[in-house]
């Protein structure tokens, strides 16, 4: 039997990714920018729930007012370039600056962030660090969020991968940051935090009205909490549903409905200054928050608005390997027209 035709090429499905890299393609990207409907500077408002995404740069404070409209927001996630490097021969130099640049570029985002969170508001930075220079920019990152006084550190949070690029001189790097600061006393919702790992292992004991209780006989659910080391999340692979062909390093949607769910409240505004595959966006629509998002690349917005749009009309939270922007089609064998 054959394959059956992708309503989204035209082609037979090869389970292969329809578009490559869009950070790193010029000529895709000169192809697609006509199908965005953002330009810079612009917002698109959304008529069911109220969201956001606009075609806005985090390190402009005007752009950051312009988002949020007038609102604060109650709970920030923020996924800004890491400045490490990662890949091949063919990506050993990609966007990375040098670390004073970068630094200035990260004060700028992170005091505009800070400006317009609510009086208790949480605040997570995703970051990496070059084990290859100096683990830069992850510990000038932390030092740097010490000169705003009203924002205190809260926990320092790995999420593993489940590839790495391998290495026959070191150890594999298969780790994610995250950072969590907290400003005033904002929401955390200890009962939303519980991943999918069963609970095996007696221990831990604790009085409870009077009698000594160990945590299996305490628990509330039959699966560990969450901790600082989040080993139960897969990363986003092109195989997987959620997956945005062309969106690189997305995070899994998992990880941002648990930072939602944990740190913010039905009807709150939250925000991610650096849209992506627009996986905050998406979060937000599944748990009821309303979401204020950007990015400076209008493809990535648009990319955003029709990973929303795309949810709200099939009930999947991506692509798989199929093609966002069906404008374009793709014969046979991933080549492009």
Not at 8 to 23: C, V, Y
Not at 37 to 42: A, D, H, M
Request: aromatic share 10%; charged share 25%; with cysteine.
């Amino acid at each position: 039997m054959g394959k059956s035709p992708d309503p989204a090429t035209g082609t037979k499905n090869d389970s292969r990714e329809k578009l490559t890299r869009l950070d790193l393609d010029d000529g895709l990207k000169a192809k697609l920018l006509p199908y965005c409907r953002l330009k810079p500077g612009e917002v698109w408002q959304d008529k069911k729930n109220g969201h956001r995404v606009g075609v806005l740069d985090a390190a402009v404070e005007q752009d950051v007012l312009k988002l949020l409209d007038g609102s604060k927001s109650g709970l920030s996630i923020n996924d800004p370039p890491y400045n490490v490097v990662v890949g091949n021969r063919n990506t050993h130099n990609l966007f990375k600056k040098g670390l004073e640049g970068y630094m200035a570029f990260s004060h700028k985002w992170a005091a505009n962030v800070v400006s317009v969170l609510d009086r208790d508001a949480s605040f997570y930075i995703w970051l990496g660090a070059d084990q290859n220079d100096g683990f830069q920019p992850l510990p000038d990152f932390m030092i740097m969020m010490r000169q705003f006084g009203e924002m205190k550190a809260r926990s320092f949070i790995t999420m593993r991968n489940q590839r790495g690029y391998g290495t026959q001189k070191n150890w594999m790097a298969v780790r994610q940051e995250l950072l969590y600061y907290v400003k005033g006393n904002p929401t955390f919702d200890i009962n939303a935090v519980y991943t999918d790992i069963p609970k095996i292992l007696r221990g831990y004991y604790k009085k409870v009205n009077g009698r000594v209780m160990e945590n299996m006989e305490r628990s509330k659910s039959g699966c560990i909490r969450a901790g600082n080391v989040w080993v139960d999340i897969q990363q986003v692979f092109y195989r997987m549903e959620e997956n945005v062909p062309g969106a690189y390093a997305q995070k899994p949607l998992k990880a941002i409905n648990r930072i939602v769910e944990a740190s913010s409240r039905e009807g709150d505004v939250v925000t991610d200054f650096f849209a992506h595959s627009g996986t905050t966006l998406i979060s937000c629509d599944m748990l009821g928050r309303t979401c204020y998002t950007c990015d400076s690349d209008p493809l990535f917005a648009e990319m955003s608005i029709r990973r929303l749009e795309n949810y709200r009309k099939t009930g999947k939270t991506g692509w798989q390997w199929r093609n966002p922007f069906p404008e374009i089609l793709f014969p046979a064998h991933g080549k492009r027209d």
